[in-house]
């Protein structure tokens, strides 16, 4: 949950005409004209600031902007206005939208080894754009991997009312289809080697990607969805990197590791407490001060735009987001008039010393949608000049089973007054340099890291516990520090 509100932005017609493709050079059918490409770019790029928020460090802003427009200027279109921006979130991805658009999550910069796979995968983004893979297809998909980590921990039929629509997540995103990113992979190790960048890299870099996908389940979207196979992919990176390289035997490729690794060292990773966190059955937002209990045993989703708990089985919801109507009374209204429900109870009730409304509805499908019945319990609540809503939802047959768990929640709503629980320091990385030879398990242990850190240290070190690290190598840990 984050303190920015959403901004909200409609998907451009699509026009089909007709021009001449920058990599191929071939005439060919495009759904988008370049105006069409830079006005799309322009209008999603607040909003993807405003959902994530920008990642704060003048030196890896400035690096990405370096690297970045030096290989626009060798690409096939060099002449668009490119943006690049790293964005605050600890989802390992990176992304393209058209007319120039590129980002990378502080997630993904995290689990770079050196500037040379970094270089791989801006390759592969700006190769998106150059060569046009524009709209063959929008999902939501990729926009729902970012958001929730988690994946969905509930009902399908909750949907309706997790705030996806008001929430921004109509922001839509390109899922290329595998011709493309065959393509950008292609286009990424030109690019990449152009700039003097070893290729072969960005192939290892796969492997890290495919380690974390089997490792944690969770998906990453550009880079795996739509490739079945990543070893695959690895393969052919490799073989056209070694290709590459014989045609410019001369040429000195780069891997830049040690300033890579320099340049990243205290870069958040993982959940940054500032923006919430749950601890002990309770969930605490530092930045906008309020607290609220989690059921036992429930899960807790925090994404940018709303924190969603249920319990194991899924079949109830609660969903906390913010009203973007400034009264009590209208943001009820507007609630129970846009989504046509059924009201049954309405009062007002004073919660930890704010003003709420608290309303139960009930939800009819019609025949159209399908779905089951529904019944909502929603609380709104006015603290510090926002209004909370907390959507407690489960089917209607249910209701009586999870009531009481649900209502626990909005109504455990307070400040947040302990400055244990406000002053929460995150999780950032630190580079340190190997006194001996050893393994990177006994480097690892050697600097006090528990055993789950060292899981998520091999990944992010790209190496197996196992491996031997040489004496005078930098490699990473991690520490709680402001
Ligand atoms: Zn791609």
Known sequence: MKIKLLYFFSLLFLLASCSRNPVTGKREVMLMSEGQEKS?????????????????????????????????????????????????????????V???????????LAHFNNEAEFSGVLGHEIGHITARHSAKQYTKQMISQVLF????????????????????LGLLMLKFGRDHESESDRLGVEYSSEVGYDAHEMANFFNTLSKMQSASGQSIPDFLSTHPNPVDRNRKVGEMATATQKNNPNKNYKVNRDKYLRMIDGLVYGEDPKQGYVEQNAFYHPELKFQFPIPPNWKCVNSPSQVQLAPADGKAAVVMMLSQENSLQTA?????????????????????GNNAKVIMCDYTPDA????KPLRILTYFIQYNNLIY????????LNFSKYFNSMKTVPSGFKKLTDPSKINKLPERLKIVKAPKTASLKQLLTDN???TSQQKTLALLNGMNLNDQVKAGTLFKILERKK
């Open 448 to 450: 006090k890291m528990s």
């Open 98 to 108: 058209p007319g120039g658009y590129v980002y990378f999550t502080r997630g993904i």
């Open 332 to 352: 009820a209204q507007k609630f129970v008039q846009e989504n046509k429900l059924n009201l049954i109870e309405s009062n007002n009730q004073n919660i930890h």
């Open 389 to 396: 809503q907390f959507n407690c939802m489960s089917e209607k």
């Open 149 to 168: 980590v988690g994946g969905l921990i509930f009902s399908e039929d909750f949907r309706k009312f997790a705030g996806e629509a008001q929430q921004g």
């Open 368 to 371: 159209q949608t399908g779905g």
């Open 40 to 96: 799309l770019g322009k209008q999603s790029d607040p909003g993807i600031i405003q959902s994530f928020g920008l990642y704060q460090d003048d030196e890896i802003q400035k690096f990405i902007n370096q690297k970045g427009l030096e290989m626009a200027k060798i690409s096939h279109r060099p002449e668009l206005d490119y943006k690049f921006r790293v964005l605050d979130s600890p989802v390992v991805n990176a992304f393209a």
